[in-house]
């Protein structure tokens, strides 16, 4: 059977032998500066822990797919910074700042393209479905990013446009990890569904924590300014939850503090103290904790269905946990 520390060493390995093309160094150097500035790595472990129920080894077969899941991340990432205006990634400068905004684009673009190179290598009898996943999810990551975007300019959305959004921009590549993993190591429909679903529920959990972690979390170990959410009016959890909750009297003051400027610094710090004060008033920090549980709760009981033996279900039961009680 495959253990936790075979998941770890693999996914060292991997990434440590990912190369790119060396010419242009323009093109490509953003890359090689996106994958080695690391990250958590939770689709591709994700695709090898669900690929570990079902096979006793690794091999080359799940290797490029597991890492193509990462590479497409980091393509959505180094766009999205630029999108976001964000300086700092995983507490280093994002690529558009390091370099511009055009190399970012083109840069991204390229990355885009290396992971299809990279999910192409997945076993030919199972490879049309490997690629059919791999779009549908591709272009589900952009319509939530798209969502994401649409959100910033409405005063307030209804909580399920926001999962809704969530589940497209993050959950859904979380859950074509698991789903992956399971295909190539030749589970039954059933049990690839299943974890499928298990996937997508921890994906919203997970992107909820990042909610909290960028209003609540410790710059130093978030690895990123915390309020970004809040100075560019994103619809975190929090915010979608406090305008649920507010009377007219707050709903007025979430409003105002939305139009505080953050022009400098000072404004900025202004801006997140204004409305982490209208949050506690409406405890909605607690209840994004609540909300959390439940979705991992929900996940684990899609885990359950599968049958597995007790070794087995702990894998998806410490990926779970490792994946929420995180700090960054």
Known sequence: MIQE?????????LFANLKFTDEPKGLYDPL???MEIGGKRIRPRLCLTAYSLFKDSFCDEILSPAAALEVFHSFT???DDIMDKADVRRGVPTVYRRWDENTAILSGDVMSIESYKLIAKAPAEVLPEALGL??????EVCEGQQYDMDFEDMECVPMSDYLKMIGLKTAVLIACSAKMGATIGGASAKDCDLLYKYGYDLGLAFQITDDWLDTYGDPAVFGKAIGGDIVNNKKSWLMTRAFEKADEQIRG????????????????????AA???????LDVEEE???EIARFHGQAMEYAAQIGLAPEKSALLENYAKKLIGRSK
């Open 5 to 13: 520390s075979h998941i770890d060493a693999a996914i060292k390995e």
């Open 32 to 34: 090689r500066y996106m």
């Open 77 to 79: 990432l180094i766009h």
């Open 134 to 139: 791999f779009s549908k999810t591709a272009a």
């Open 253 to 272: 003051q979430l409003l105002a503090a939305m139009e505080m400027p953050v022009g400098t610094d000072e404004e900025k710090a202004a801006k997140v």
């Open 275 to 281: 409305v982490k004060e209208i949050y506690a008033s």
């Open 288 to 290: 994004a904790k609540q």
